[in-house]
């Protein structure tokens, strides 16, 4: 995808380093996001970069995530992140996830993760997911 103008050219970009370098240099990927100025230029690059980010730098990957601020993508990354990392961590990410529905759904895909390394808890976090 490419922008319209010299600088939506040059945010597009930045958002292709930012990816490149989510997996070996998650500080380099967030500064190249930092020099993005367009917001949804910076919301879809973000997006993306977050989960490939997040099985290496997990606090980083959510913290750009909550600065996503529109139209729910944060609530729909934070899923994506809670597939990317072991099913330990995906539970406390699902429970981040403050849309029900895909709250319920990265907890259940949490829960069949866990289910061979850890039965008991796979079992708590499918019964979490009916309480209210």
């Given amino acids: 995808m490419r922008g319209t103008n010299r600088q939506e050219e040059r945010d597009f970009e930045m ?15 967030e500064r190249a996001l930092k020099a993005i100025r367009s917001k949804d230029v910076l919301e879809l ?3 993306d970069v977050a989960p490939a980010m997040a099985p290496h730098d997990l606090d980083r ?9 529109g139209r729910g993508w944060d609530q729909i990354v934070l899923v994506k992140i809670a597939h ?8 406390s990410i699902a429970r981040l996830v403050t849309d029900k529905a895909r709250r319920e ?22 019964r979490s997911i009916d309480d209210p």
Avoid: F, K, N
């Fill in 15 to 29: 958002g292709e380093l930012a990816l490149r370098l989510a997996v070996s240099d998650p500080a380099g990927a």
């Fill in 84 to 91: 990317e990392v072991d099913p330990y961590r995906a539970e």
């Fill in 45 to 47: 690059a973000t997006s």
């Fill in 61 to 69: 990957a959510v913290r750009l995530t909550r600065s996503i601020s």
């Fill in 105 to 126: 759904s990265a907890l259940r895909s949490a829960a069949e993760r866990m289910a061979a390394l850890d039965p008991e808890r796979a079992e708590r976090i499918a």
